[in-house]
């Protein structure tokens, strides 16, 4: 089978063709991202009404280079996938609409795919994960535990209650006059700091389950960062290295005790060969994996973290999920009605309870 993919959800315009055949692994023929960060740096976030027209005009040009790069037609395809939502609904819509005048045009199927459920399946087109394990998704945008268990079943078993780490780590940045995207820079800051110079707090951790929350470390930031500025007029090269280290710190473990508990979990289903996955940008970070590569190997527990390219927005992931889709003989209609918001676990109750 071979699909085209379209990903419009938020400041990235993507489009990828990815083949599976009947033996052998799946392949990412193209995979086409343009990204929007130049647009956006002025304001301090994504302009939902920006993206949307970058969209408009962008994707063309992604779909005609993604089918040359693969040497492919449209005649050639088996079948077209697009984000349909969540995300910002303009740019949702760009890639709906163009994917539907593709399909008409060409008589392929049209598939609806959920952007969350892209990330989650992108273990299985670059590892061939078997059903279920456990994905984290942390992002810009997102942070979540979810239990895959089928290609149109996901339980979600946690999540942040507040911001995403990736927004977090964004924001950091901007408090310390670091460039966008913040990640990497905190990361680099964060290198040369001491981490345990500043005093940052490890949120929920006093509670049970899975929840996570990061707008407490942004504050506490903000705090330490006024306290040295009242008290020497400014903050110096080394107080911006440990002020991230800190804040890194916080995060890493954070995650890494959330993601003991989630493993818990999913492990009281009694999965004979356990995995934990993860997606988003946020998984770029060396301090971050490293706390969760270390309680995956304390539990017994299978690690992957895909490539980065497939780890952040791209539409290889959208074109896999339809395919898995189309394998599994879902998507219809209701799929394609673009959704700003789209809970991946339909029933949106735990499946079990969250382990402590
Ligand atoms: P979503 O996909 O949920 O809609 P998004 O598009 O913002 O959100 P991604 O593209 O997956 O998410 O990831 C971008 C985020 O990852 C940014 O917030 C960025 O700061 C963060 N990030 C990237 N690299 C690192 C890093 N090394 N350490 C920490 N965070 C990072
Ligand atoms: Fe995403």
Not at 43 to 53: D, K, L, N, S, T
Not at 186 to 199: H, I, K, M, S, T
Not at 323 to 341: K, T
Request: proline letters at 6%.
């Amino acid at each position: 089978l071979t699909f085209l993919g379209i990903e419009s959800s938020c400041d990235d315009s993507a489009a990828a063709v990815v083949r599976h055949g009947p033996d052998g692994a799946p392949k990412v023929l193209a995979s086409v991202v343009q990204g929007q960060v130049a647009l956006h740096a002025d304001f301090g976030g994504v302009v939902p009404e920006i993206a949307a027209r970058a969209h408009a005009e962008r994707l063309d040009h992604c779909v005609e280079q993604a089918l040359a790069e693969a040497g492919v037609t449209l005649a050639d395809l088996d079948g077209i996938a697009v984000t349909s939502g969540p995300g910002l609904i303009g740019g949702v819509l760009s890639g709906v609409m163009l994917a539907k005048g593709l399909a008409a045009g060409s008589g392929k199927p049209l598939l609806g795919v959920n952007h969350l459920a892209g990330h989650a399946l992108t273990p299985r087109l670059t590892d061939g994960l078997p059903f279920p394990y456990l994905m984290l998704l942390v992002s810009g945008g997102h942070c979540q535990f979810l239990i895959a268990d089928g290609v149109d079943r996901f339980h979600r078993i946690g999540g942040t209650i507040d911001d995403a780490p990736g927004e977090a780590f964004d924001k950091t940045a901007k408090l310390l006059g670091l460039p966008q995207p913040g990640g990497p820079a905190v990361e680099r800051e964060a290198a040369q700091g001491d981490p345990a110079r500043f005093a940052f707090p490890r949120p929920l951790l006093d509670r049970p389950g899975c929840d996570l929350s990061f707008s407490g470390l942004k504050t506490a930031l903000l705090r330490a960062r006024d306290a040295l500025v009242a008290e020497q007029g400014g903050i110096t090269v080394q107080d911006r290295r440990d002020l991230c280290a800190g804040f890194q710190a916080a995060v890493a473990d954070v995650l890494a005790e959330k993601t003991r508990r989630a493993l818990l979990a999913y492990l009281a289903l009694n999965p004979a060969a356990p995995a934990l996955a993860v997606a988003g940008g946020v998984a770029a970070n060396a301090a971050i994996r490293a706390g969760l590569e270390t309680v995956s190997a304390q539990q017994g527990v299978r690690f992957l973290a895909p490539p980065l390219r497939l780890c952040t927005d791209n539409a290889a992931m959208i074109a896999w999920a339809g395919i898995e889709r189309f394998r599994a003989g879902l998507g219809g209609d209701a799929d394609l009605v673009a959704r700003p918001r789209w809970p991946l676990d339909a029933s949106a109750a735990p499946m079990i309870g969250s382990g402590k």
